[in-house]
């Protein structure tokens, strides 16, 4: 069956019964019919590969996921990764970086998805549950994601237990008022939906202004610090 296929008008404009037992199908295809045959590969192929290089191996376990694939990473000792909108519990809508565990890489977003600038702007609804749950502020969530905030979500992740935190320039251009750029749109390197937006981003400022940004280097330096990940 098609992936997602309940979001379609087709599957919404049948009735009850119908729905309920396409539904039944759909789950059992994806998550209970080729358990087997996942484990069994992933058994087969995730340690010629790791046994292939001396890297870090780092596996990309969202969205849809067959039950054997975390006993398998954890087995091989392979990261899993974090993304803060795209919990592994389905029952939440947002993960907090403080809950990850240590074998994972947490990151703000990826390149197959919108910077927090971007994201902030996508779904009111869910950004104001955001800054009240996640972030712990109050009163009503601001249109655009302030430096400030930028800075807090960050922050956040580099306190995360996740054993690395990556995060997309992006994110860090976005702490600072003179390198954010007025539509974050244009900050999303791939839209898997748009066959004509694939690694489409081009940093706005050169390598050698970034270094010579004392405001930059010295902040981004100090959240390393402050947090610790900075030890050897």
């Not at 729905?19 to 019919?33: A, P």
């Amino acid at each position: 069956p098609r992936i997602n296929f309940n979001k379609t008008h087709s599957y919404t404009n049948l009735d009850t019964n119908t729905r309920e037992l396409l539904w039944e199908l759909y789950i059992d295809y994806y998550y209970h019919r080729q358990e087997d045959l996942w484990r069994k590969i992933g058994e087969e192929r995730l340690p010629m590969m790791k046994m292939a290089s001396d890297m870090l191996v780092c596996g990309e376990d969202l969205g849809m996921l067959p039950d054997c694939i975390t006993p398998i990473m954890s087995k091989l000792s392979i990261l899993g990764l974090r993304v803060q909108r795209m919990p592994p519990n389905p029952n939440i809508l947002f993960a907090h970086p403080r809950d990850y565990p240590y074998m994972t890489v947490c990151t703000t977003s990826s390149h197959d998805c919108s910077t927090i600038r971007g994201w902030w702007e996508e779904e009111y609804t869910k950004t104001q549950r955001f800054y009240n749950e996640i972030l712990g502020e109050s009163v009503t969530a601001p249109l655009n994601c302030e430096p400030r905030l930028c800075s807090k979500i960050v922050e956040q992740h580099m306190w995360s237990p996740s054993m690395w935190a990556i995060f997309p320039i992006q994110d860090f251009f976005a702490i600072f008022p003179h390198l954010r750029v007025p539509d974050p749109k244009t900050e999303q390197i791939n839209e898997p939906s748009n066959p004509q937006h694939y690694w489409r981003y081009r940093i706005h400022v050169t390598i050698e202004q970034l270094i010579t940004d004392n405001s930059f280097t010295n902040e981004i330096n100090d959240l390393i610090t402050i947090s610790g990940r900075n030890k050897k």
